[in-house]
Every structure is written in C-alpha cells, then in structure tokens.
C-alpha cells in the first residue's frame, strides 16, 4: 500500500508568491520521521527539511516550512517568496521505526515558478 | 564536508551487459542505501546497509542485482544481466545511523539506459 501520497502532479507559482505542496502518510508507528527533497533537473536529491512525529512545533528551515498535522497525517511543504530556481521536482519522504528506518518516497511534485 | 560520491555518471550498455555503479558515503555515515528511480517516479529502496552487513534488501532483485558494502564504507551495485526495464537513475545515500530522525544525503547519482 502506498504510504506517501502526493496528489499533485504539478504546480504553478508566480515569482515571489507562496505555494503549498501536499504530502499525506499512512503509518501504525508512533515514531516517524518526514523529509522534503528537491531534486532540480541535474538529478540531485537535496535535503530540505525534517519533522519528527514528536515535534509540536511546525519545522522552519529559511524559506521552507513544513505544516504538520499528525492526526490528519499531512506533512505540506510551503515555499515561501517563490524564486525561480525553485523550480525542481519536490519529494516528501517517511521513515518509520518499526521498518529499520527505511524510508518511503512519494511520486513528487513537478513545481514550476513563472516569472 | 565532502558530500556522497558516486560514479559513473551516465552509462549506456546493450541488454543483457552487465555494469556497476560505485558509491562512497560521506566520511563518518555507517547506513548506506542504494534506490532506483525510473523516470516520473520516486526512488525505490532497493538494499539498505549497516556499516557492512545489509539491513534490507526485500527490494532487490537478487537474480541479476548485487551489492557489497566490504569494509563498511564504499559500496558496488552490479546488475548481471541487464533488461531494458533496468533504465533509471541509481541514487545512493547515506546517513549518520539508521534512526527515523536521521536524515538521508544523496549522491548525484548515476544515469543508466539499457538499449
């Protein structure tokens, strides 16, 4: 069963907006840990962000915020003030105790920024 | 700090060839793992180590895939023989200790088509 969904295929933003992209996990574990990864067309996959199942505050990392909310299982990235080389697929990825920390990655955003 | 290391780049072979990618983690990082990502998707774990033993490899298809991490730091995948549904993107990663909180670093990894 896939335990990271990511239900938009694509997004748009405009230059210096905000955009939102969704992840939501299924997991039994209490223990967990969620990332975000950019990978721009040179194929790299670049760490941005983390949030652990027991953190009560939202992960902030410059630009990048992580919006938790553990009992309807999301983990949405927001950009903030959109640049254009933000453009670049967006990976949200679990790890899980309980599955010898392997992680699962979802299918990705492909994020376009319009100048 | 040097990042994950990996070669070759891009590699094009005929079907049924075989070929090896190399893989060395940062300096210090005793989980290493090896992911496919065939294009538009994310990437698949395919075998998963601790220092030099495999943690996991229920992913790995083990009639023409194999990979050895021998002194617990460089690592070899090697697919024998190879099929055209092998064309992908081998990402290797690694990361400090194999917890849900320990965040993964990716090599730029290696380009494989099989003709």
């Known amino acids: 069963a896939q335990k990271i969904t990511q239900t938009q295929p694509g997004m748009f933003v405009q230059e210096k907006e905000a955009v939102t992209l969704d992840c939501t996990y299924d997991?039994?574990?209490?223990?967990?840990?969620l990332f975000w990864y950019k990978q721009p067309s040179s194929g790299e996959m670049i760490f941005l962000i983390y949030?652990?199942?027991?953190?009560?505050q939202n992960a902030t990392e410059g630009r990048y915020s992580l919006n938790f909310q553990k009992a309807r299982k999301s983990a949405n990235l927001v950009i903030s003030a959109s640049q254009l080389g933000d453009s670049a697929m967006y990976f949200c990825a679990m790890r899980e105790t309980g599955n010898a920390g392997k992680s699962t990655f979802g299918d990705g955003t492909t994020l376009t920024v319009k100048p | 700090e040097a990042g994950v290391a990996q070669s070759p780049r891009y590699k094009i072979i005929e079907k049924r060839q075989s070929v090896a990618f190399w893989c060395n983690p940062i300096?210090?990082?005793?989980?290493l793992y090896w992911y496919q990502q065939i294009l538009g998707q994310g990437p698949k774990l395919l075998i998963q180590f601790q220092n030099n033993g495999v943690v996991d490899d229920s992913q790995l298809p083990k009639d023409r895939f194999s990979a050895e991490r021998l002194k617990g730091v460089d690592s070899t995948l090697k697919i024998q023989p190879a099929k055209l549904e092998d064309s992908a993107v081998y990402l290797c990663?690694?990361?400090?200790?194999?917890?849900?909180?320990?965040?993964?670093?990716f090599g730029p990894g290696t380009r494989l088509t099989v003709l």
């Open positions: 300096s210090g990082h005793a989980t």
């Open positions: 997991t039994s574990d209490q223990s967990y840990g």
């Open positions: 990663a690694s990361s400090f200790r194999r917890t849900e909180t320990n965040t993964q670093y």
């Open positions: 949030q652990g199942s027991y953190d009560e």
